[in-house]
């Protein structure tokens, strides 16, 4: 058995709130139950979440997208004034706002968005920060070099992790030229994952997929998609367009990705949070 | 300090394979900072996720959708063989397949999908089990009894709950008429939470919101949608069409409600997970 002081010890760990939240004595019981305690039920350990951050752009038809790609439209069906109650219908593309590419949108017979096995779903974050580089260079990339130095810091990069790029784009959203910041050929420039660090995510860690703050997972400026062709083919998904990559912690928080599970679908429009 | 049993314990606990993977030494000392460890980073306390259970259906145009409302239409737009990849479009209703009700679908001014908070979308889950009921009878809905018998047996219903019935209904999703089980005057049968149990919830316990596995919170010969009228313009969320609810413990499971966050929306299609 464990002294009752351990016990006290998570109550206060978790803060008395969270603790009371969370199944109180029930949960600590649970996360204890190895010194000794028993469980009353199968329910399994309560999670003690102390923190929730969303990761998600509000989505609606100015928020920037792929050249060539139509916006959400969204379509009032439904009214209190007329019907009682309020519904609307959206023309939504798989690829606007903050949204998911499941592996099939580059990987012919790989998983669609009702594939992806729900434990994916779940993942350890990995953030790598280049925010710094990306203000004076918007080719910036995610180097081989920037995940060797996050597992200095903080150890191996966890099986099943999601890889998460914070370049600072975010602040650029409010404005679709800002944010495809798109030169006079027409060619884009915003920070993306290099085809080398996608390469040794793939071959040398096992990952669920990897996130951006900005329009593509490859850079902006990227001709040949080498990081969707490297990644999505092998049932890796991506997400980009995500925001307040700031508010969350380089390791030790989970993502959630919730990506609608719609037969046979390329991606979509997605709520994605993480809490730790 | 907490003696080193108690670490190993509690690597234990969670069985190797997800201690490693959770983070390992660095996620017990967190779970134990409270006995007196340090951390090196600020990064909180990694999740200890043994179980991920999907309760999403997968959604397509013949899923079932309440009378008058027209289902999903996906439209392809890209294909490896034009264009290289592969994306589709989806005219897609607000209340299709396995999908959320936000506040504002039947409260003016409540929140919009957008608006919820997204520490709302993380909540306990407390299960109710009403199978055995709705097996003789269609009209079964959930009792202040079937609530308070829950609480007999796993304590007082968590601050921030989502209440979920369990009928057992997903094993019609196949058949549209089946799941609507509608009568010759066109009503339709099937099990819901009583106006009681919602009012319960509403003003003697503080929930995020309720869900169930069949088309409507509210139970199919309904005539006044009580529940509706009675829980969402509090801003409670509501969820239809779960999945694998007899997959999931009683108690001690978390849900996350991966609603998409498209602006004014009254809903939308969505992932929901649970984790224990």
Redesign the interface.
């Known amino acids: 058995m464990?002294a009752p002081d351990?016990l006290a010890?998570?109550?206060?760990?978790l803060g008395r709130r969270e603790f009371?939240?969370?199944?109180g004595a029930?949960a600590a019981a649970?996360?204890l139950?190895?010194?000794g305690g028993s469980r009353a039920?199968?329910?399994?350990?309560?999670?003690?979440?102390?923190?929730?951050?969303?990761l998600?752009?509000?989505?609606?038809s100015a928020f920037p997208i792929w050249p060539g790609?139509?916006p959400?439209q969204?379509t009032n069906?439904r009214s209190?004034e007329k019907d009682g109650?309020?519904?609307?219908?959206?023309?939504?593309?798989?690829?606007h706002?903050?949204h998911v590419d499941a592996p099939?949108?580059?990987g012919?017979g790989a998983w669609s968005a009702?594939q992806i096995p729900?434990?994916a779903?779940?993942s350890?974050v990995v953030l790598i920060h280049v925010h710094d580089r990306a203000e004076s260079n918007p080719d910036t990339q995610v180097t081989v070099e920037d995940l060797r130095a996050w597992e200095r810091?903080?150890?191996k990069i966890?099986?099943?992790a999601a890889v998460l790029m914070h370049s600072g784009w975010e602040a650029r959203a409010g404005d679709i030229n800002s944010f495809r910041n798109m030169d006079g050929k027409g060619t884009m420039h915003f920070p993306g994952f290099s085809k080398e660090a996608a390469e040794f995510l793939l071959k040398e860690r096992t990952i669920n997929g990897i996130g951006v703050d900005t329009l593509s997972l490859d850079h902006g400026a990227s001709q040949d998609?080498a990081v969707?062709f490297g990644l999505l083919p092998a049932n890796k998904w991506g997400i980009e367009n995500l925001a307040n990559l700031a508010k969350i912690?380089?390791?030790?928080?989970?993502l959630?990705?919730?990506?609608?599970?719609?037969?046979?679908?390329?991606?979509?429009?997605?709520?994605i949070?993480a809490?730790?």
Chains 1, 2 share one sequence.
């Open positions: 464990c351990v010890a998570v109550g206060e760990r009371l939240k969370w199944g029930a649970g996360i139950a190895g010194c039920s199968g329910a399994g350990v309560s999670l003690r979440v102390r923190n929730v951050q969303g998600t752009h509000t989505l609606n790609f139509a959400i969204i069906v209190f109650f309020f519904a609307n219908t959206w023309q939504a593309p798989e690829h706002g903050t099939i949108h580059f012919k009702d729900d434990q779903l779940v350890p810091q903080h150890g966890p099986e099943g998609f969707h912690p380089p390791a030790g928080a989970t959630f990705v919730g990506l609608p599970k719609v037969q046979g679908a390329s991606g979509g429009t997605a709520r949070l809490v730790w």
